[in-house]
């Protein structure tokens, strides 16, 4: 259990920058693929295959959102109303199925807290690194 003076330090931590906004959004894929490849020391995120960054990003849903594992299956899975009116399972009916679940697991990851109820940090993200993807332009003035 971290104490509120214990701080830490997350090793999936530009991918939970990703998730909160703090970098550009171009394809969500192709960008957690570039993170992926950073934080493995690759060259180049043409060496990442689409099942390594869904592992990358499940296994930092499952460290950090553990508890909302049954409600993002449902949510995954739920059947949504077309445009006729029917219900359709939504996962199926997206162009990319896997790039909804990564979006959906970047939400959840957004909402991982990284101060405690007293302010206190007790998860260090660090900061931004515009050598992994462009910043947002908050980012860019600070």
Known sequence: MTTAT???TC???HLLLYAKDHYEKGDVIEDVKTI???RCGLQ???HVSDENMWHMVNHAFLKYCFTDVERFMRELFKPM???DGYNVFQFFTDNCPLRRAVRLALLYLA???VLNEDGARILELGRPDPNVLPL???EKSQ
């Open 6 to 8: 214990e701080t830490k």
């Open 36 to 38: 992926l490849a950073e």
């Open 44 to 46: 180049s995120a043409k």
């Open 111 to 113: 909402r991982v807290k």
């Open 81 to 83: 109303p077309d445009e």
């Open 11 to 13: 090793d999936y931590n």
């Open 136 to 138: 947002r332009n908050k």
